[in-house]
């Protein structure tokens, strides 16, 4: 399986799609998300799953930020601000919650990057899944890879690196 952004030109991540462009929501959350390719799934694929994290957060904040998460998706293709126009994704509560937002429905979208320190390198990672979990909107990382255990038949990544606001 192999997945392809075209929001991530040489390893960098179009200013839009974080905190140096122009689209936000609730406690100024960089909203345009990602748009996304998947091209040869594994035989017997029935959902893909997609988190969007940021290990380079652990000395700033303590955890690793997760800016977006989405269960249950049967396309193979979202265009870019799929988290905000398309109604038929279901969308886990990104790290803006508590963070920022104080309600997980608010922060239960694409959440861009948004670095406090320096540069970060970010990791964009969809799972094929031989089943379509059962989440509701809000689910975390944690919900998502509980259910998703034993039922993930490939897995592929891309880096892309974004710098903070000058």
Same mark, same amino acid.
């Not at 800016?67 to 265009?79: F, I, N, Q």
């Given at each position: ?18 905190? *140096? $462009? ?9 909203? #345009?998300? /990602? ?7 594994? +035989? $017997?694929? +029935? ?9 380079? !957060? ?10 977006? /998460? ?24 990104? !790290? ?8 997980? *429905? ?5 959440? $861009? ?13 969809? /799972? ?19 259910? !998703? ?6 897995? +592929?990544?891309?880096?892309? #690196? ?5």
């Amino acid at each position: 399986m192999e997945i392809s952004c075209s929001g991530i030109t040489d390893g960098i991540i179009e200013d839009r799609f974080g905190a *140096k $462009g122009t689209e936000f929501t609730f406690g100024h959350m960089p909203s #345009r998300s /990602l748009p996304l390719k998947i091209t040869d799934a594994p +035989a $017997g694929t +029935a959902s893909f799953a997609v988190i969007f994290d940021d290990p380079d !957060s652990v000395p700033p904040c303590g955890f690793k930020w997760v800016h977006w /998460l989405v269960s249950g998706l049967r396309k193979t293709e979202l265009p870019e601000n799929a988290s905000q126009e398309d109604t038929e994704l279901i969308q886990g509560a990104n !790290s803006w919650y508590q963070h920022g937002i104080d309600d997980w *429905k608010k922060a239960s979208f694409y959440g $861009g990057p948004a670095p406090p320190d320096k540069e970060h390198t970010y990791i964009l990672t969809v /799972l094929a899944l031989d089943f379509v979990p059962v989440l509701r909107t809000g689910f975390t990382v944690d919900d998502l890879m509980k259910v !998703s255990k034993d039922h993930i038949l490939a897995k +592929a990544s891309l880096k892309g #690196r974004y710098s903070p606001k000058a």
